[in-house]
């Protein structure tokens, strides 16, 4: 497997807060990775700082051999090829479905109208969204609009993708349909990189589950060795509280 980003002693502060200490991974092409753990881990700020919505405090990132936090790197460029799914869907409002998945790729890919049309429908239809085309964000559910957001996201062909807790503000029945979406996208080869609270898709879908407590990665594997064989004590109590909460 060739990687195509490596992080190298990742370092985050605001302020006197150290949010992310010395986080090293690599992520081969490919590959679905999840992270998970408590709230307040540190496992947002990290995906953030992938696509550089937040400047690393130190360390490297390594896309396809390059540093980007080098001086004088094309960060624009750089960001083209990731795609980004949030926990709040962050459509713009004024656009109905069809628009918001075409602005971007006009704008920052300089496609034409019509390509980026056909682009935008194809993957609307793919996430099940293409008899939406027409409607505005406001018309649609939670889980309506976090797949549409979803096909903008596809529709700019990333190398990478990156989910951002991306169910944690759906209601309970709109999170299957969204899950089984990234399923299918994980089943196509898709390079993912997910940040989630579902620790059933995690342990499906997962060839490498990283857990994160306190800012550091406490442990890593596949997921039979974090889901079934956890070393860490922190591992398993973490485990313990979210798959067998107190009633």
Known sequence: MSSIIEIEHLNKKFGDNEVLKDISITVNKGEVVTIIGASGSGKSTFLRCI????????????????????????????????????????????????QNCMTGQMTVLGRKENEAKEIAIENLNKVGMGRFIDARPAQLSGGQKQRVAIARALSMNPEVMLFDEP??????????????????????????????????????????????????????????????HPKEARTKEFLHRVLHPEP
């Open 167 to 228: 169910t944690s503000a759906l209601d309970p029945e709109m999170v299957g349909d969204v899950l089984s979406i990234m399923q299918d996208l994980a089943g196509s080869g898709l390079t993912m990189v997910i940040v989630t609270h579902e620790m059933a898709f995690a342990k499906e879908v997962s060839d490498r589950v990283i857990f994160m407590d306190k800012g550091v990665i406490a442990e890593e594997g596949t997921s039979e060795d974090i889901f079934v």
């Open 51 to 98: 696509n550089l919505l937040e400047t690393p405090t130190s360390g490297a990132i390594i896309y396809n051999g390059e540093n980007v936090l080098a001086p004088g790197y094309n960060l624009p460029k750089y960001r083209t090829h990731l795609g980004m799914v949030f926990q709040s869907f962050n459509l713009f409002n004024n656009m109905n479905v069809l």
